[in-house]
């Protein structure tokens, strides 16, 4: 899960990505309102932290900015500006949720992943054929069984198990998975390795499903034929 971090304070946006970073979410930053928009429009986001209060604009321009270009990124305020017109004014234009500062970091993490539910229609596991995935306890089983993975293993499959029958560009899964930018490289090589690993684990754990290569475009999770 990919989350865009739009905090100008940087004590506070350090703590945040070192928190969520250890929840094993890929974390990007943005410190003002002109970052904020230009990763938003280079870059899908599972769920984007945003606060109002920005030094070069408001934050809820950059809500309207999401909604505008049909993003369908879960968005939490997080704003010190705890007054009841902000927080119509943010729900009213498309926001998941509103969190006032000071806030407890623990209820940050449980209000994201009460987004990440809600995304996935309410659902505590993700499933497709025999592979079911478990995102509270980072886990996945195949036929019943536990599947070892390391850690961009599993967001890897995470990722395509969110989006079954999709066609997934090369350029897209490496920056959900490993950061913005990365897509940029010259070089896939790390990419496709994790890939062959992946695949090969499904085969051998007898999953009825595949990640199929899709040549001069990606890869698609199916079923097998």
């Known amino acids: 899960m990919k989350i865009l971090l ?7 946006g350090d703590l945040v990505e070192k928190t969520l970073t250890a929840e094993r979410y890929v974390v990007e930053r943005a410190v003002d309102y002109r970052t904020a928009c230009s990763k938003v429009g280079d870059y899908d986001y599972d769920c984007i932290l ?9 934050g809820l321009d950059v809500l309207r900015r999401v909604k505008d270009l049909g993003k369908s990124d879960s968005v939490i305020i997080i704003s010190a500006k705890d007054a009841i017109d902000d927080k ?13 500062k000071p806030f407890h970091i623990a209820e940050l993490v449980a209000r994201i992943r009460s987004v990440a539910r809600r995304r996935n229609a309410g659902k505590l596991e993700i499933s497709f054929g025999n592979v079911v995935l478990h995102p509270e306890t980072h886990s996945v089983e195949v036929a019943g ?3 070892t993975l390391s850690r961009k293993e599993y967001d890897i499959i995470h990722y395509f198990l969110m ?10 899964l490496a920056e959900a998975v490993w950061g913005d930018h990365i897509d940029q490289t010259d070089d896939f090589d790390f990419l496709y390795a994790q890939m062959k690993n992946v695949r090969r684990r499904l085969g051998d754990a007898g999953a009825d499903v595949e990640i199929k290569a899709v040549y001069g475009f990606g890869y698609k999770l199916s079923q097998k034929e």
């Open 145 to 147: 069984q536990p599947l």
């Open 88 to 100: 119509v004014a943010g729900l009213t234009l498309g926001a998941d949720d509103y969190l006032a």
């Open 50 to 58: 945003l606060d109002l209060m920005l030094p070069d604009g408001n």
């Open 163 to 172: 989006r079954p029958g999709h066609m997934i560009r090369k350029e897209s």
């Open 6 to 12: 739009v905090e100008d304070n940087r004590e506070l």
